[in-house]
C-alpha cells in the first residue's frame, strides 16, 4: 500500500530534550516536506526537499533541523524543543509535476511542557 | 512570498443543501497549480481536488467543483447535496511553479470549518 509512515502519533516532552520524528515513504517521491497545524494559522511549512542531500527551508524553520540521506526517509529534529513547539506535525510527500498531490502521513501530535 | 487567505473561519450547511468555501490567494506568477484538502476529525489530510492555473475549464470531482477565477486570483470550493460525512477543516493551497534550483513550494490558507447539520 502506498503511504506516508509517520511516527510517534502522540508525543509529549520536556523543554530542552531533543527528539526526532520519523517519516517514511513507499513511492518513490523526489520531495518530502514538513509542516506544522496551528488553530488560525493553517498549515505551515517548515522544511522541504527536493531530492536527496538536497534541502530548504520552508516558511517556520526556526528551531528545526532535517537530513535527507535516502530518498524514502526525511526526519524531523529538534534539538531543543520549547513550549513553542507544541504543534500537530504533518510529513509529506509528491512527486515532480505541478499538479501532483501531496500525500499526507497521519500527523504527530507534539507536547513540549 | 505568496499568500492563501481563507476568510471564512467557519461555515455550516443544512444536509443536502450547497455551500461554497472561498479562498483568494496573491502571486506574480502566471503558472500554479491549487488544490483544496479536506481534515476530518480524524486529522487526515485528505486531496478533494486541484486546478491547474493554465486550464480555464473550472475542475469537477462528483460533488465538489470550483469556481476558479485567475484574473481575480479566486478559488472557492462549491459542495454540492452536502452530507454529515463532509464535516471537516477545508484547506486551499497554491503551489508555485517548480523552479531548478528550488523546487515548489506550497502554501496553505488558515482553514475553513465546516459544520453539517441534519
Not at chain 1, 32 to 49: A, K, T, V
Not at chain 2, 28 to 53: C, G, H, N, T
Not at chain 2, 92 to 113: D, I, M, V
Request: hydrophobic share 30%; net charge neutral; aromatic share 10%.
Amino acid at each position: 500500500e502506498a503511504q506516508v509512515t509517520q511516527n510517534p502519533r502522540y508525543l509529549i516532552t520536556v523543554t530542552g530534550k531533543k527528539l526526532t520524528v520519523t517519516c517514511s515513504q513507499n513511492m518513490n517521491h523526489e520531495y518530502m516536506s514538513w509542516y506544522r497545524q496551528d488553530p488560525g494559522l493553517g498549515l505551515r511549512q517548515i522544511y522541504y526537499s527536493m531530492n536527496v542531500e538536497v534541502t530548504d527551508k520552508g516558511d517556520v524553520p526556526e528551531g528545526y533541523k532535517v537530513s535527507r540521506k535516502e530518498k524514502r526517509n526525511f526526519p524531523l529534529i529538534l534539538e531543543s524543543p520549547s513550549p513553542n513547539q507544541t504543534s500537530l506535525y504533518f510529513c509529506a510527500s509528491h512527486r515532480t509535476g505541478g499538479n501532483s498531490p501531496l500525500h499526507f502521513g497521519n500527523g504527530t501530535r507534539l507536547t513540549v511542557t | 512570498a505568496q499568500t492563501v487567505t481563507q476568510s471564512q473561519p467557519e461555515m455550516s450547511v443544512q444536509e443536502a443543501e450547497t455551500v461554497t468555501l472561498s479562498c483568494t490567494y496573491d502571486t506574480s506568477e502566471s503558472d500554479y497549480y491549487l488544490f483544496w484538502y479536506k481534515q476530518p476529525p480524524s486529522r487526515q489530510m485528505i486531496l478533494v481536488i486541484r486546478q491547474e492555473a493554465y486550464k480555464q475549464q473550472n475542475a469537477t470531482e462528483n460533488r465538489f467543483s470550483v469556481n476558479f477565477q485567475k484574473a481575480a486570483k479566486s478559488f472557492s470550493l462549491k459542495i454540492s447535496d452536502s452530507q454529515l460525512g463532509d464535516a471537516a477543516m477545508y484547506f486551499c493551497a497554491y503551489r508555485s511553479p517548480e523552479k531548478e534550483t528550488s523546487g515548489s513550494r506550497l502554501t496553505f490558507g488558515e482553514g475553513t470549518q465546516l459544520t453539517v447539520n441534519p
